[in-house]
């Protein structure tokens, strides 16, 4: 290639690299206007109202960012909850439910269906029945439809030789599950047949 087709060349890289940037960022403006309030300027305003305007979009940016960074708190703090929920259900479902519980509690969540759930789970496995029915209770409380509880309470049930219960139970999640082929519901007809326990 000739020196004069090199610059030739790397000019029109140039050109099309530019093209490209301009589509980019025109593609990108109504993504953005969702979040970024965009002046239309099809709609001429006065010179008071813009300044009003400008206020406005000041606080509206300032609100925009309280906004953002709230949300990625909440994110933060929700990824924190499912990583310390998981390392107590993984305790407890080890046999270690003391730790579990402890570690459930630290959560500072327990009106949270899950976190209530399993402290009860750790507490009837321990045989701290009482502690169990207590926080079954409290899960459901929190969330009335709240499977998993249903069934571990109708295992509570069988436990305390309250049958009949337990096969109220069973129906409840049946009815939630909305057929007989959840693993809640197995796993309470296990219990109840005596085929199994949790």
Same mark, same amino acid.
């Given at each position: 290639m000739n020196p004069m087709s090199l610059q030739q060349a790397l000019h029109r890289v140039g050109i099309?690299?530019? %093209?490209?940037?301009? &589509?980019? %960022?025109?593609?990108?403006r109504p993504a953005l206007a969702a979040a970024t309030p965009w002046p239309d300027p099809?709609?001429?305003v006065k010179q008071d109202?813009?300044?009003?305007?400008?206020?406005?979009?000041k606080k509206n940016e300032k609100d925009e960012k309280s906004g953002a960074i709230e949300q990625q708190e909440r994110q933060l703090a929700q990824e924190k909850f499912m990583q310390g929920y998981h390392a107590a259900y993984e305790l407890?479902?080890?046999?270690h439910y003391e730790a579990g519980i402890v570690a459930l509690h630290a959560l500072g969540r327990d009106d949270h269906p899950d976190v209530a759930n399993y402290i009860g789970y750790a507490n009837r496995k321990m045989g701290n029945y009482e502690q169990s029915k207590i926080w079954y209770e409290a899960a459901l409380k929190a969330d009335p439809n709240h499977t998993r509880t249903w069934s571990y309470y109708g295992m509570w049930q069988m436990e305390q030789g309250n049958?009949?219960?337990?096969?109220d139970d069973l129906q409840k999640v049946k009815l939630l599950?909305?057929?007989t082929d959840c693993t809640e519901y197995k796993q309470l007809r296990d &219990?109840?047949?005596?085929? %199994?326990?949790?």
């Open positions: 099309v690299a530019s %093209a490209a940037l301009l &589509v980019a %960022a025109l593609g990108v099809a709609d001429p109202d813009q300044k009003s305007n400008k206020k406005k979009s407890i479902m080890a046999g049958r009949l219960k337990a096969e599950c909305g057929n &219990v109840i047949d005596g085929t %199994a326990s949790y």
